[in-house]
């Protein structure tokens, strides 16, 4: 796919954005990870997999094509030299904006699918506890307060783990650093260690639900923001136990 918005602003907010310390900002609140998803979902729309998954017309596709490129021009300069909360604030026009134009590009079907298939990616790539300390997936699974405690709990120990990998998501350049394929083998067999622990935590109720929010299998290719080629199946997730 040509000139995939997964690009700086991708690898650099995603960096960020996935990771524990910035997940959800204290005290509760949408936080960054539900401006985010609205993001992911516009990145996603640009792979040429997900726009057939969908069905999207020439006339779709090319005002997905206009904005990715207003995107691309705004880039991550627009966030440097802010602060966390003013990060936040600019994330969450963003995420409005992007929900406008969803609402107003997309039929309520593909808007429904693109949900779908942004939450098999997302848990995929950032593992389902990233995915349930989104605000808004949290919500409809109805995650109770004493969830969301044991929640940050095992973020707190995802983030002592990326710092005893050495991955703080700044290079000594200044700039971000993507991890060695010998350190994202290590997140992978992590992040895989805390979906089970997620999946005790979780209700059989909460389990049901979250398959029915992830929605059939994505088998489309997804490129990998990091290298390394494309992952076959949408980058697909460890499905929930069944009840």
Do not use: Y
Not at 80 to 105: A, D, H, P, V
Not at 220 to 239: A, D, L, S, T, Y
């Amino acid at each position: 796919m040509k000139r995939l918005a997964l690009s700086v602003l991708a690898l650099a907010l995603g960096a960020v954005l996935a990771s524990p310390a910035f997940a959800q900002p204290p005290g509760g609140g949408r936080g960054f990870g539900g401006g985010f998803g609205r993001m992911s979902e516009m990145m996603l729309l640009g792979v040429e997999s997900v726009q057939k998954e969908l069905g999207l017309s020439q006339d779709q596709i090319a005002k997905i094509r206009e904005r990715g490129e207003r995107a691309r021009q705004g880039g991550f300069q627009q966030f440097q030299g802010l602060s966390r909360e003013e990060i936040q604030q600019r994330m969450e026009e963003m995420r409005k904006e992007t929900e406008k134009f969803l609402s107003e590009t997309l039929k309520p079907e593909q808007q429904k699918r693109l949900k779908e298939i942004a939450l098999q990616v997302q848990i995929r790539n950032a593992g389902l506890l990233a995915a349930l300390m989104n605000p808004e997936n949290a919500e409809k699974l109805g995650i109770t307060d004493e969830q969301r405690e044991d929640f940050r709990r095992l973020m707190e120990d995802g983030r002592r783990f990326r710092e005893e990998l050495g991955l703080g998501g700044r290079g000594g350049g200044g700039g971000f650093q993507p991890p060695t394929e010998e350190q994202r083998k290590k997140l992978e067999d992590f992040r895989k260690s805390q979906d089970e622990k997620v999946q005790k935590i979780l209700t059989d109720a909460q389990k049901s639900k979250l398959k029915e929010l992830t929605g059939a299998e994505f088998k489309g290719e997804i490129p990998n923001p990091f290298g390394g080629g494309r992952r076959p199946g949408g980058n697909r997730p460890n499905p929930p136990p069944q009840n």
